[in-house]
């Protein structure tokens, strides 16, 4: 069994900050890309940003030089800190790992995982 559990999401002004957190948690052998998604309401998800095991990051063209991701690999933590925030930044935030899953002690499976979301409103 594994599991993303994201939080930080919330009500902000617009021009305001709010740092997301996802945890990823169980039978977990390594994590390799992890990654930010939102979706907005009739739309498919897209990418927010993502970071490779090794730390090297893209983002999409909107969010560049406001949003950051960061990874803590010791605890299967990935973060996004969003600043400078836009009504139009309003989207329900997804947490997404590209991981191997261990079953027992003697193989793995490489697989996509998604947290709950996580809802972002940003007000005007």
């Known amino acids: 069994q594994v599991q993303l559990v994201e939080s930080g999401g919330g009500l902000v002004e617009a021009g305001g900050s709010l740092r997301l957190s996802c945890v990823a948690s169980?039978?977990?052998?390594?994590?390799?890309?992890m990654g930010w998604y939102r979706q907005f309401p009739g739309k498919q998800r897209e990418l927010v940003a993502g970071?490779?095991?090794?730390?090297?990051?893209n983002y999409a063209d909107s969010v560049k030089g406001r949003f950051t991701i960061s990874r803590d690999n010791a605890r299967n933590t990935v973060y996004l800190q969003m600043n400078s925030l836009k009504p139009e930044d309003t989207a329900v935030y997804y947490c997404?790992?590209?991981?191997?899953?261990?079953?027992?002690?003697?193989?793995?499976?490489?697989?996509?995982?998604w947290g709950q979301g996580t809802q972002v409103t940003v007000s005007s």
């Open positions: 970071i490779t095991s090794s730390g090297n990051t």
């Open positions: 997404n790992a590209d991981l191997n899953r261990a079953y027992g002690n003697s193989w793995w499976q490489r697989g996509a995982y």
């Open positions: 169980g039978s977990i052998f390594s994590i390799n890309g």
